[in-house]
């Protein structure tokens, strides 16, 4: 079975840290480029952050640069979110997505996860 499973999210405190986990089974994702998207009540979903194959480069939304950092390990087959410094802003359900570096319309969707950043 193909799917896209993230965990780690949760309710922390303004300031806080948590990192998000994103597996993959049915499928290897170091063939795949890898992005986390959030989505707030009411609100689109937005791009957050990009993680590339090949090659591995990154790219950020201008409101998470310098305090989230994604990676990827490819051996456990699953990608990360570090976010850091969060804000009541940041809280949103968190969705990972995988795009086929070479076939854009093979992709797959994670279920999403709530991060809550409130005091």
């Known amino acids: 079975q193909v799917q896209l499973v993230e965990s780690g999210g949760g309710l922390v405190q303004p300031g806080g840290s948590l990192r998000l986990s994103c597996t993959a089974s049915?499928?290897?994702?170091?063939?795949?480029?890898m992005n986390w998207y959030r989505q707030a009540p009411g609100k689109e979903r937005n791009l957050v952050a990009t993680?590339?194959?090949?090659?591995?480069?990154?790219n950020y939304a201008d409101s998470v640069k310098g305090r989230f950092t994604i990676s990827r390990d490819n051996a456990k087959n699953t990608v990360y979110l570090q976010m850091n410094s969060l804000k009541p802003e940041d809280t949103a359900v968190y969705y990972c997505?995988?795009?086929?570096?070479?076939?854009?319309?093979?992709?797959?969707w994670g279920q999403g996860t709530q991060v809550t950043v409130s005091s």
């Open positions: 993680i590339r194959s090949p090659g591995g480069s990154t």
């Open positions: 049915g499928f290897t994702l170091y063939t795949y480029t």
């Open positions: 997505n995988a795009v086929h570096f070479l076939i854009a319309t093979n992709t797959y």
